[in-house]
Structures are given as C-alpha cells and as structure tokens.
C-alpha cells in the first residue's frame, strides 16, 4: 500500500498505522476495496531533481489576458520523460486547450490561477496515457477558474476543465477546480489512482458534475463539491474504489450512474464518511433497462440534512432513456450508519429502493438507518423487487434464486427513529450562485465532522490558516 509521501511525518505516524491496519483489513477478498498501491510512483523531490519546466520559460507570460496553452504543451513536452512541469504563482490566461499525452514520472505543478477565456467546447486540460504522474500545487492555492457564468447566466454549456483517461498510477491534490462551464473532473478509465484535498465549486445547474470516475483501484478522499449535480460519482465499468471523506456542500449529490448499456460491471466499492447537506440525494444508483450487474458494495457513515432523496435506488430512472434489456442487477449492497435528515419523507421516501421487475435485487442490507423528515410528522419508506433486510425489503432470497417480482410496498414510519440527528458542518452552504463570478475557496482542512484529512495540505500551515480565514466569511 502506497500513501503521498507526506503522509510520513512523525505526527501522523500513529494514525498512519492506524489507516494502514484498517485498509489491510480490507484487502481480503470479500473487502477488497482497494487492490495494491495507488497514487504516483516516484516522489516530487525525485522528479525535481530530473528536470524543472516552466511554463515562463516556454513563452508564457503571467497575466490574465495571455494564453498558457502553447506554453503548457511546450513545457510539457520538455518535461514528459520525467520532471515537473511549473506554473509558477500568478495568474493566466487560457484561450487553446491542451492535450497531454503519454509521458512517464512527471508532474504538473500549478501553483498559478489559471482563467478560462477561450471559449472552445471539449476539455480545457485533457491528459492521457501517462503513468507515475502528479497533478498539485504546492500551495494548495493552485486553481483553475471555468468563469462558467458566462455561460450559465444565457442557459448554455460550455468545455470541461480537466479530463483524464487510461492514466495510470498517478494523483491529483490540493487544487481548487472553480465554475466550470460543464463537468469539472472527469477520470476515465484510470487505475491506481489518488484525488485528495480537492475542492470544486460549480454554479446551481444541472449537467456542471464534480468528479465522475471509471476505472480500477481509486482512492478518492477528502473532497468537498457544491454543484448542482454529480458530487463524487462512479461510471461503468469501476472496481476496487474507496471514496471516503466527501463533503457534498450544496450539490446532486453522490451516485453510480446513470448506468446506460447492457454489461454494467461495477463491483467492490467502498463509500465511508460522506457529508451531505442541501443535495439532490445522499445516494442514487440509476438505471433504466439495461444489463450487467452492480454487486459487493458497501456505503458507511453517511450524514445528511436538507436533501430531497436519502437512499434512492431507481431502476427506473426516468431521466436516462430506456436501455435495451430487462435490467441491471444489484445484488450485495450494505447500507450501514445513515443519519440526519431529509428535507420530507413523506413526499420523497428516504429509503426507496426500485428494482428491476425481470431482476429483483437481493442481499440488500440496511443497519444503523436512522433519516428524520424535517417536514411533517411522519415519513415512508418504499421498496419493488428488493430482498434483503431492514427499512422495507422482503427477506429471504440469500442466493438470489427464483424471487419473484413484487409491487411497491409501503413502510410508514410515525415517529424519528432513534438517533436520527446528525452532527452538521460548520457554515453549510445555503445558496450557490449562477449567474455571478464564484469566487475561488481555499482547499479545506476538514471534509467529514470529526474525521482528520489523511494528508496535511501541501501548502502547510499557511494554507490552513487561509483555508481557516474562508471558512469564517
Ligand atoms: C455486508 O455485511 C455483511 C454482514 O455484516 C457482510 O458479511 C458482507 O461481507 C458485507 N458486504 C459488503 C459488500 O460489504
Ligand atoms: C418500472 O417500470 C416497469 C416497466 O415500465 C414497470 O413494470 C414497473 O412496475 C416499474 N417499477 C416501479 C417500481 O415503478
Ligand atoms: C460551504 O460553502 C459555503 C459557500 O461557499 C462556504 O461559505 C462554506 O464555508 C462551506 N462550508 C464549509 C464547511 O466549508
């Protein structure tokens, strides 16, 4: 197992132990969450010493009405076989997008803001096929600003930040990803990879989604997203992930979805500790039709307050079009530690879980439930197809064989169950902004209440003091 290398300070020592017992414990076959090392292979110091490229010395200038593209893709290429490419602090332009592809034990070191101008579609920074590779600022105030109100304020779309796809061994961290005019981080098909110490900050829209990820072996921790719509998700296909530490601050919330076409294959992941206030759900997995199966997952300690779903799996999803086949499967999905409460449970049922007719989901399990309505006196809870224990499944059906469909039946729950109320954030978001300039926020230093990020911020104490300072306004 493989952790940033600045997580081995004296300090952290114990509680690096501590983590490193815990996820030995998962790597057993039935909890196989993580499967081997993840993030970049080789340090920052070590790329250092190979080579230094910055973006100054490749014809970038730094002021907001350049363009650092060409001088990213000149940097970049000087750098690929090994070193850091550097935005040092200052602002910058951006009007051409840049392509990154291949290159082995490099770095991207953005110190610097850099502001979107252009305006086309596609993504700002798309980087592929590299491997030991390190997205960072050493500031923690690296940022990438979208100005996607521009956008917004007309009701239209605009590019992406910054996709990845096929990278392999690699991480992003400490960087702000602001406003983008359509998604803000987009992993595709990645391996053995690290997101830690992100924030991303959208407008109040559908369709400008936080982070969406596919691939094999992720740890994706201490991340705070405020959109309207996808906060941490998972895509199809996705194995051995562990997300945890996510605080949904004004989003759509965390999902697996939507899951379109007929061999869906997603199977142990592991969300812990995701915090999630004035969301669209705690958790959606969405379908319609389709096939393949989604299986051996787990979805623990998670608080919530003021969102519309709690615990909504929908097999019916109307919002995606009705895939070809007669369903995905969900079969071994634990649901244990839920709190807090949903804005009314009366109206949208904070357990609802639909399964397919021709697949009745089984080896549902739900402990430790306890969501409140905070509007009216009583709440339901809603189950089709689904077999397992807790909330409203129909036992039985261990082995998933011969269940028989079933229609919606109703659990009515009159009075909050035991420990329902949930420690809250401080300064929860209460409104997101659209049409107007979204100020870029410090990285925070806390992202579940009580949990302590497994890595200092890279800046250090100055950038916790600052990420202090914005948590105060
Ligand atoms: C779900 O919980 C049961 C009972 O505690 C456990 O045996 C099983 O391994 C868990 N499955 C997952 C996918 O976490
Ligand atoms: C989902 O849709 C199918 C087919 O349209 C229907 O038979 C089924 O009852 C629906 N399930 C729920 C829970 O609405
Ligand atoms: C949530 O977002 C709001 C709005 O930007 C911010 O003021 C607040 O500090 C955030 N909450 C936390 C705990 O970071």
Redesign the pocket.
């Known amino acids: 197992m493989y952790f940033s290398l600045s997580c081995w300070q004296p300090a952290r020592l114990a509680s690096s132990l501590a983590r490193l017992i815990t996820l030995f414990a998962f790597l057993t076959p039935?909890?196989a969450q993580l499967q081997g090392r993840v993030g970049p292979t080789t340090s920052t110091a070590a790329k250092r010493t190979v080579k230094v490229c910055s973006v100054l010395d490749h014809g970038a200038t730094a002021s907001k009405s350049s363009d650092i593209g060409p001088a990213l893709v000149a940097a970049f290429a000087a750098c690929k076989s090994g070193g850091i490419v550097y935005v040092p602090p200052g602002e910058y332009g951006m009007s051409t997008w840049v392509s990154l592809s291949g290159g082995q034990g490099w770095a991207l070191q953005l110190d610097g803001i850099i502001y979107r101008t252009g305006t086309a579609g596609g993504n700002m920074i798309y980087i592929e096929k590299g491997k030991d590779v390190e997205i960072f600022s050493s500031t923690s105030q690296g940022a990438i600003q979208g100005n996607g109100f521009e956008y917004h304020k007309d009701n239209n779309n605009g590019c992406r930040i910054l996709r990845l796809a096929h990278m392999q061994d690699f991480s992003i961290h400490d960087i702000a990803l602001v406003d983008s005019p359509l998604f803000h981080l987009f992993l595709d098909t990645t391996t053995n990879g690290e997101v830690y110490n992100v924030i991303i900050r959208g407008g109040n829209k559908g369709g400008l989604d936080g982070i969406d990820v596919s691939g094999t072996n992720m740890w994706l921790h201490d991340i705070e997203v405020s959109n309207r719509d996808e906060c941490v998700t998972i895509k199809d296909p996705s194995q051995y992930m562990l997300i945890e530490n996510i605080y949904c601050n004004w989003s759509g919330g965390c999902a697996m979805g939507s899951l379109g076409g007929s061999a869906i294959n997603i199977h142990?992941i592991?969300f812990d500790k995701v915090y999630s206030a004035n969301c669209n759900q705690m958790f959606m997995i969405k379908s319609n039709g389709g096939g393949g199966t989604v299986?051996?997952?787990?979805f623990s300690n998670f608080l919530g307050r003021h969102n519309a779903y709690t615990l909504d799996i929908d097999a019916n999803w109307s919002q995606l079009k009705k895939q070809a086949g007669d369903g995905v499967l969900f079969h071994?999905?634990?649901f244990?530690g839920w709190h807090g409460s949903c804005s009314d449970g009366n109206r949208r049922a904070p357990i609802n879980i639909m399964c397919p007719d021709a697949k009745p989901c089984y080896?549902i399990?739900l402990?430790d439930f306890a969501v409140w309505t905070e509007t009216g006196s009583k709440e339901v809870y809603k189950c089709s197809n689904a077999y397992g224990n807790g909330g409203c499944l129909k036992a039985g059906g261990l082995d998933g064989k011969a269940l028989a469909a079933y229609a919606v039946t109703t659990v009515t729950v009159a009075s909050a169950p035991a420990g329902w109320n949930a420690p809250t954030m401080a300064a929860d978001l209460t409104t997101l902004g659209l049409s107007s300039s979204i100020p870029i926020p410090a990285v925070p230093t806390t992202f579940f209440p009580g949990a302590t990020p497994y890595s200092q911020l890279a800046g250090g104490a100055a950038a916790s003091a600052a990420a202090a300072k914005d948590s105060r306004k």
Request: charged fraction near 35%; charge should be negative; hydrophobic fraction near 20%.
């Open positions: 039935a909890f142990d592991r299986r051996d997952c787990s071994d999905l634990n244990t080896n399990h402990s």
